[in-house]
């Protein structure tokens, strides 16, 4: 997620006409995946968020399990990694 697709959306239409409507295309289907990408990065930073305060009303070692599980779910999905296990 390092080009700058907002550009790019801004930039739709300047050009070769033949090319716009697959050039448009092509950009609103990478910005619906960027979009769900960042929605589901965002539900695993809500999950993360409650499963800490969790953790930290009840400091309990499967509430920090939980936590530590759900830090490294986001992390992952913020930073685009895949999954190792």
């Given at each position: ?14 050009g ?11 950009l ?22 409650e ?35």
């Open positions: 997620m390092t080009d700058d697709l907002v550009k790019r959306l801004r930039d739709t239409g300047e070769d006409m033949y090319l716009a409507p697959y050039t448009t295309k092509v609103i289907d990478t910005a619906a995946d960027r979009i769900e990408a960042l929605e589901a990065a965002l539900r695993l930073g809500v999950d993360m968020r499963k800490q305060k969790t953790y930290f009303k009840d400091r309990s070692k499967e509430n920090l399990i939980a936590s530590k599980q759900a830090e490294t779910a986001f992390d992952r999905a913020a930073l685009g990694e895949k999954k190792d296990d």
